[in-house]
């Protein structure tokens, strides 16, 4: 249990990270969304996300610790963090200039190829497609 509370708050850190990189923490759909991702793709328990992203625990690691972390999570993983985060920064249909630099200090903190990076790239277009979806009219 303690393993998924590190991984839950080293996710929502992480989340975090790109939100802050949005300029706005607060928009409704970004912590919804970091919620639903933690429990359905990362596979976490409500239980460890509670824990995970409570303020005695995340509020005492920084960047730099986001980045060790997720530099020593397996690479399978680590592909599922980036896109979680991508998947965040996308929410609103387009990335900002320090959206795109945290998903790159992301990537090479994980060490991901091109190739690893636009698989994470479509995912999260793909998982936001389906969180937001667009209706297209004729």
Do not use: Y
């Not at 989340?15 to 793709?41: K, N, T």
């Not at 972390?69 to 965040?88: D, R, S, W, Y």
Request: proline fraction near 3%; charged fraction near 20%; aromatic fraction near 4%.
């Amino acid at each position: 249990m303690e393993q998924d509370i590190e991984r839950a708050t080293l996710w929502f850190l992480t989340a975090r990270g790109m939100a802050a990189a949005s300029g706005d923490i607060a928009v409704d759909s970004q912590p919804s969304a970091a919620g639903l991702f933690a429990q359905a793709v990362l596979g976490l328990s409500e239980d460890a996300c509670i824990e995970g992203k409570s303020a005695a625990r995340i509020n005492r690691l920084s960047l730099i610790d986001c980045l060790s972390g997720v530099a020593a999570l397996p690479p399978e993983i680590q592909e599922k963090f980036l896109t979680g985060a991508l998947m965040i920064a996308l929410l609103d249909r387009r990335m900002d200039a320090a959206e795109v630099r945290w998903a790159s200090v992301l990537a090479s903190a994980m060490r991901l190829s091109t190739q690893r990076v636009e698989e994470c790239c479509l995912g999260a277009r793909i998982l936001t497609d389906m969180l937001h979806p667009v209706t297209r009219t004729s």
